[in-house]
């Protein structure tokens, strides 16, 4: 069985993050992990700003 028969979903990792019991947790690992998660965000909205920035100029480009 080759690797491309099983494709890997993107969500995949988001799922099981979304899934994990928090109860089991302490408040200090919480702590950390809302600090990771937000880091991680930060990073998603920068690159999101990036490649609309990139969209747009080549719309302005393509416009003249």
Known sequence: MDFEDHPVK?????????????????AE????????????????QKEMKAKKASREAAAAFFKS
């Open 10 to 26: 993107k969500d995949a990792p988001l799922t099981a993050v979304e899934r994990e019991d928090l109860s089991t947790i302490s």
């Open 29 to 44: 690992e919480l702590e950390t992990r809302v600090e990771r998660l937000q880091a991680e965000i930060d990073r998603t």
